[in-house]
């Protein structure tokens, strides 16, 4: 199933939205810190709700130490890909195909993610949008990428029988 990262966050709230999306999704996410608030924040916690227990949290205490483990990563494609949500890509995140151990990856809401993260991911995408505007929030780009990861690796949690039963 794909990942979602969150490097280096600022805003508890966009922090605690995107874990309450992985957790309903099932999707493990990993935090690349330092984070710009205190992970345990109480605003974290009320903006994930009762969801953070329920969602596979990694926390990293760097970039370094989340590279590290991603190379070191064994998946059945090797070590993951990184696709990075960008606004300095050119390929639309709809003009990509995903693999179920790719990690997606969204930055800072202040300032994206420096050089040496740019370098290292494997694809970086942005989201079309009109002329003029600067980006999306970085909750609904990651559950935008996310959801059409999800969609092509056929890896979207499995819905519940509607069927009446026939006993």
């Keep these: 199933m794909p990942r979602l990262a969150i490097y280096q966050p600022d805003i ?4 605690g939205t995107m874990l309450r999306l992985a957790a309903c999704l099932g ?3 990993e935090i690349i810190e330092p984070a710009g608030f205190d992970v345990s924040d109480r605003n974290l916690r009320r903006s994930g709700m009762d ?8 926390r990293h205490v760097s970039w370094d130490s989340f590279e590290t483990w991603r190379q070191e ?4 494609t090797g070590r993951p890909r990184l696709i990075l949500a960008t606004t300095k890509a050119a390929v639309p995140y709809t003009d990509i195909v995903y693999a179920p151990d790719d990690i997606v990856l969204v930055g800072r809401e202040s300032a ?5 993260v740019h370098h290292a991911a494997d694809a970086r995408v942005l989201i079309p949008m009109r002329a003029g505007l600067r980006s999306l929030n970085v909750a609904v780009a990651a559950a935008m ?3 059409e990861a999800l969609r092509q690796t056929g ?3 499995h819905l519940p029988s509607s069927e009446p039963d026939p006993s």
Excluded: C, H, M, W
């Design 155 to 157: 890896t979207f949690p």
């Design 12 to 15: 508890p709230q966009n922090t």
């Design 145 to 147: 990428i996310l959801g």
């Design 51 to 58: 969801y953070l227990e329920r969602a596979a949290i990694t």
């Design 112 to 116: 994206g993610v420096p050089d040496e």
């Design 27 to 29: 999707v493990p996410v």
């Design 73 to 76: 990563s064994k998946t059945p």
